[in-house]
Each structure stands twice: as C-alpha cells, then as structure tokens.
C-alpha cells in the first residue's frame, strides 16, 4: 500500500520539477504543463497549488535563493525578474559568478 503525498510533499515535488525545467529548457520557457509532466502529475494539480504562472514563477525563484540554485537565479536576474532581484548582492554576485565560469 503505497502513502498518501502530503500537500506540503506535493507542493516540493510542483517545484523541483520547475527547477529542473528552468535548468533544462529556460526559466522563461516552462509551462504549467511542462511542469506537470517533469512532476509526473496532471496540469490541474499544478493550478491547484500554484494558481497562475505569476505564482508558480514567485515560488520557483523563492526556492532557488533560498536553495542557491544558481543558474536558475542568474536567468531570473537576466530577465529582471523581480523576486531574482529580491536575492542578497553575495548571492546575486554568486550567480553572475557562476555563469563566467560556464562561459570561460
């Protein structure tokens, strides 16, 4: 019998997979769909937690100040995204840091 997924779990599983998205595709490109598909759940779940894109979006760059993901932040600061732009200068400078080691 396999345990019921707590909403807390279900909502940590809707944003690692738009991390993993943002990683893979671009933090402009992912879709509710797209992530519901990395999530290995329906669309409608996704809206169930995440209402709007605006949502999911705020929740997604949240996590990945708060998780140092910094690629993903380096995309939301060169999109101006305006939670990105809520982040540290140190971790800002860290993300930019880490896009001049991809390029160099």
Sequence with gaps: MSKKMSPK?????I??????????EGYNKITR???ARQAGMGSGTVTLYFNTMTQLRRALMRAAIVDEVLDVLAQGLA????????ASP???RKAVDSLHQIAG
């Design 9 to 13: 779990e279900r909502r940590a599983i």
């Design 15 to 24: 944003l690692t997979a738009a991390i993993e998205l943002a990683r893979r």
């Design 33 to 35: 769909d797209g992530v």
């Design 79 to 86: 999109h101006n995204d305006p939670h990105a732009l809520k």
């Design 90 to 92: 140190e971790l800002k």
